[in-house]
């Protein structure tokens, strides 16, 4: 009995030892635990793919970025300064930096009979230390709208609503709020006949103010700027007029090109005082090299 029992044994277990490999190896496609089952694929599409680095990997030497002649106008050397003074004037003076591949500046500072003048380049490289979180694009430009908040100057966005021109009403408003007409002028047979002047004892009309020359050139305030670099502002500051000291005026622009922030700042003091540095040729001057700066980067 016992010989006939191993001989069932022996011719049967081979079959079950193979059925429970099958079962359990479909139970393993099919639970996700498997390499290169679904579950892992959808787990592994799930993690997204960082931001590619930014545009520039490096700065240039900003004491080398303005060209020679745009120095010369915008700070006029002395006649007095001897040529070796005039080329340490124009060489600049580079800011302390200890990384040249993030942060760099350069300063110029010109002294003549009219004006005291001064001058700094600033570039600024971001990086994105997560950039599965963030580009370096997008980190940049972070810094950029603090530079802009900063200024007081509009977030950039959706354009506001425009503003009411002078004179008119800043919304629309019933008639009956408006003063009647009666109120602006005499009713007919009440007052002087047309021509004849103002009433006796009735006070003279002021004169109205003259339209400004169209040739006149108007005094330019701070504002984003449009078509420098991705985005960028212009921040016009003028100092304080004292007994002996002429007021200084300083222009600064801010732009951002990719990964890379860059800053202009002009100062122009006139030497003697009650005179004020006109907005227009100081604002010009600077805007100039911002865009000499900007198609440099983009060489």
């Known amino acids: 009995m016992d010989v006939e029992r191993t001989r069932v044994r022996r011719r049967f277990l081979p079959g079950i030892a193979m059925l429970t490999a099958l079962v359990a190896g479909a139970t393993g496609c099919t639970s996700g635990s498997g390499i290169g089952s679904p579950g892992d694929q959808k787990n592994g599409g799930s993690t997204a793919a960082p931001a590619q680095p930014g545009k520039y990997r490096s700065l240039p030497q900003p004491c080398k970025a303005v060209d020679g002649k745009r120095l010369r106008a915008m700070l006029p050397a002395s006649d007095s300064l001897t040529t070796e003074q005039r080329e340490q004037l124009y060489a600049g003076t580079a800011e302390a930096s200890y990384d040249a591949d993030r942060h760099v500046g350069c300063r110029w500072n010109a002294q003549t009979p009219e004006a005291t ?69 005499p009713a007919p047979g009440t007052g002087p006949a047309a021509g004849t002047g103002p009433a006796p004892g009735a006070p003279e009309a002021p004169a109205s103010s003259a339209p400004p020359s169209p040739t006149a ?83």
């Open 117 to 185: 003048l001064l001058l700094s380049v600033t570039f600024e490289r971001v990086v994105s230390y997560d950039r599965a979180a963030a580009s370096d694009d997008d980190k940049a430009r972070q810094v950029y709208v603090r530079r802009l908040t900063d200024a007081h100057l509009p977030f950039p966005g959706p354009t506001a609503s425009p503003a009411p021109a002078a004179g008119a009403p800043a919304s629309s408003a019933p008639a009956a709020s408006a003063p009647p007409a009666a109120a602006t002028s």
């Open 217 to 299: 050139s108007p005094e330019l305030g701070s504002r984003v700027l449009e078509g420098l670099g991705s985005e960028g502002f212009l921040d016009d500051k003028l100092g304080a007029a004292g007994a002996t000291a002429a007021q200084a005026r300083t222009v600064r622009i801010v732009f951002r090109t990719s990964n890379v922030i860059v800053t202009v700042e002009y100062s122009v003091q006139p030497s003697g005082p009650g005179r004020v540095p006109p907005a227009t040729e100081t604002q010009d001057k600077a805007r100039q090299l911002a865009e000499a700066l900007a198609e440099r980067f983009n060489e």
